[in-house]
Nanobody, 116 residues
Framework: QVQLVESGGGLVQAGGSLRLSCAAS????????MGWYRQAPGKQRELVAT???????RYADSVKGRFTISTGNTKNVVWLQMNSLKPEDTAVYYC??????????WGQGTQVTVSS
């Protein structure tokens, strides 16, 4: 099992920045990649950014150039630096850890609200 604890959400004005953190514990050696998804009211959960243990990164087109995903040396912490935030970035952001077996572990979610 892998447990994920997220932090860093909040309320920010358009153009501002936030940094989300996600710390994994448990069987972290089984993790192949970590990342962030988000879900806005009335919409499906969507990918924001992911990073594999080998460092391969993927971003949603809507956040390229504004968001940066990174991990620590131990690979059990993932951060999402969000700059130039827009109202359409408002959503609950969820941390994901995907195991090598394909099992997905989700965090509890953290609210990000961007006011115009």
């Amino acid at each position: 099992q892998v447990q994920l604890v997220e932090s860093g959400g909040g309320l920010v004005q358009a153009g501002g920045s936030l940094r989300l953190s996600c710390a994994a514990s448990g069987i972290i050696f089984s993790i192949n990649d970590m990342g962030w998804y988000r879900q806005a009211p009335g919409k499906q959960r969507e990918l924001v950014a992911t990073i594999t243990v080998s460092g391969m990164i993927r971003y949603a087109d809507s956040v390229k150039g504004r968001f940066t995903i990174s991990t620590g040396n131990t690979k059990n912490v993932v951060w999402l630096q969000m700059n130039s935030l827009k109202p359409e970035d408002t959503a609950v952001y969820y941390c994901l850890a995907r195991g090598r077996s394909g099992t997905d572990y989700w965090g509890q979610g953290t609210q990000v609200t961007v006011s115009s």
